[in-house]
């Protein structure tokens, strides 16, 4: 079974690229598809650019054109649980499109992506992952123990840990501390990205698994970009780690 292994930039999936072997490479839509082998697993990778649209194309190519059975999203995101700290690892048990929905007295109501209340109305929000792939993820990480960020990437000696939860996927990069607490507090929600909810969109739409996995590389706030930039590179470790730990039994 071949898996489809994407990522939004290139410091994500470059510590994926560089574990691959008998790569063979093609362009389509101009996004490079790398087929070859990973850890003995079958495997296409694929660099998203940031954004839903951007991520639905890739995964419909991956799941139409290269036949990938299951897709696994690997990165890192904004931190929207005061609790965690940048280098923790989410992966997500549902993914909630937390700009998709109703504009009402210039407030947004989030609902389910491709729905409104009064054309298609559903009482469904965000994407779940199926029980029995959970329990075969948590299962093969329980004991994973993952290393501490370096003192240049803010490491304290903690060693970051693995957490499940919901994360939000939206077209914006988010760099506000009362949004940031806002969105924790409306959704319970311990991260925030870009595409993982286009990603389970598109998955369900063709019957095939998925897995979101995110590491923290800042905190959403209003420092997030410098954040962002200084620990992206380290932090995606642990990303690619986590993901390269459950392969056998994606």
């Given at each position: 079974?071949?898996?489809?292994l994407?990522?939004?930039?290139?410091?994500?999936?470059a510590?994926?690229?560089?574990?691959?072997?008998?790569?063979d490479?093609?362009?389509?839509a101009?996004?490079r598809?790398?087929?070859?082998s990973?850890?003995?697993h079958?495997?296409?990778?694929?660099?998203?650019g940031?954004g839903?649209?951007?991520?639905a194309?890739?995964t419909?190519?991956?799941?139409?054109?290269?036949?990938?059975?299951?897709?696994v999203f690997s990165g890192?995101a904004?931190g929207?649980d005061?609790?965690l700290k940048?280098?923790?690892?989410?992966?997500?048990?549902q993914?909630?499109q937390h700009?998709a929905?109703?504009?009402?007295?210039?407030r947004?109501?989030?609902?389910?992506?491709?729905?409104?209340?009064f054309?298609?109305p559903?009482?469904r929000?965000?994407y779940?992952?199926?029980?029995?792939?959970?329990?075969k993820?948590?299962g093969?990480?329980?004991?994973?123990?993952?290393?501490?960020l370096?003192?240049?990437?803010g490491?304290?000696?903690?060693?970051p840990?693995i957490?499940?939860?919901?994360?939000?996927?939206g077209d914006?990069?988010?760099?506000?501390e009362?949004?940031?607490?806002?969105l924790?507090r409306?959704?319970?929600?311990?991260?925030?990205?870009?595409?993982g909810g286009?990603v389970?969109?598109v998955?369900?739409?063709?019957g095939?698994?998925?897995?979101?996995?995110?590491a923290?590389s800042?905190?959403?706030g209003?420092d997030s970009?410098?954040?962002?930039?200084?620990f992206?590179s380290e932090?995606?470790v642990?990303?690619?780690?986590?993901?390269?730990?459950l392969?056998p039994?994606?």
């Amino acid at each position: 079974m071949t898996i489809g292994l994407i990522s939004a930039i290139p410091q994500e999936l470059a510590h994926l690229r560089n574990a691959m072997t008998n790569v063979d490479g093609v362009s389509i839509a101009h996004t490079r598809f790398d087929t070859g082998s990973l850890d003995g697993h079958d495997v296409v990778l694929a660099e998203t650019g940031m954004g839903k649209v951007n991520a639905a194309l890739v995964t419909t190519a991956l799941a139409h054109g290269f036949g990938c059975r299951t897709i696994v999203f690997s990165g890192v995101a904004g931190g929207l649980d005061p609790d965690l700290k940048v280098g923790d690892v989410v992966v997500a048990d549902q993914l909630i499109q937390h700009d998709a929905g109703l504009i009402e007295n210039e407030r947004l109501q989030t609902y389910q992506a491709g729905h409104v209340p009064f054309i298609n109305p559903t009482d469904r929000l965000g994407y779940d992952v199926g029980a029995a792939v959970l329990d075969k993820v948590k299962g093969a990480l329980s004991g994973v123990s993952l290393r501490p960020l370096s003192p240049v990437a803010g490491g304290q000696g903690r060693p970051p840990q693995i957490v499940y939860g919901t994360v939000l996927s939206g077209d914006q990069y988010l760099h506000s501390e009362p949004t940031r607490a806002r969105l924790h507090r409306q959704f319970g929600a311990h991260a925030i990205e870009m595409e993982g909810g286009a990603v389970a969109q598109v998955c369900e739409a063709f019957g095939i698994g998925w897995l979101v996995i995110r590491a923290l590389s800042d905190l959403a706030g209003q420092d997030s970009q410098f954040e962002f930039n200084q620990f992206v590179s380290e932090v995606a470790v642990a990303s690619a780690m986590v993901l390269r730990t459950l392969l056998p039994v994606l």
